[in-house]
Nanobody, 120 residues
Framework: QVQLVESGGGLVQAGGSLRLSCGVSGRIFSINVMGWYRQAPGKQRERVARMYSGGTANYTDSVKDRFTISRDNAKNTVYLQMNNLKPEDTAVYFC??????????????WGQGTQVTVSS
């Protein structure tokens, strides 16, 4: 069974930084995508950043040049470094793992979420 556990959320002033971590237990396929999503009150969940097993990373426009996704495959952990935080970054942040096999999605797993609150 795959489990994801996030940590690192909290309250920070605008302009500050936080680093989220997501530890994964269970099987991670060789072809996978790990990502961070967020959901603000009254809004749909949106993808913030993702990193493919080959190392390519994508970011949503609103966080480019402020957030950095990274992964430590030896530790089965993915990180999200968030700098220059803005009040609009306030949301619950979720970690996600997608396993792929033979080009098809073989598993889609979520963490429980961690709250990030940015005060103005």
């Amino acid at each position: 069974q795959v489990q994801l556990v996030e940590s690192g959320g909290g309250l920070v002033q605008a302009g500050g930084s936080l680093r989220l971590s997501c530890g994964v237990s269970g099987r991670i396929f060789s072809i996978n995508v790990m990502g961070w999503y967020r959901q603000a009150p009254g809004k749909q969940r949106e993808r913030v950043a993702r990193m493919y097993s080959g190392g390519t990373a994508n970011y949503t426009d609103s966080v480019k040049d402020r957030f950095t996704i990274s992964r430590d495959n030896a530790k089965n952990t993915v990180y999200l470094q968030m700098n220059n935080l803005k009040p609009e970054d306030t949301a619950v942040y979720f970690c996600n793992l997608k396993n792929y096999y033979s080009g098809s999605l073989a598993g889609d797993y979520w963490g429980q979420g961690t709250q990030v609150t940015v005060s103005s």
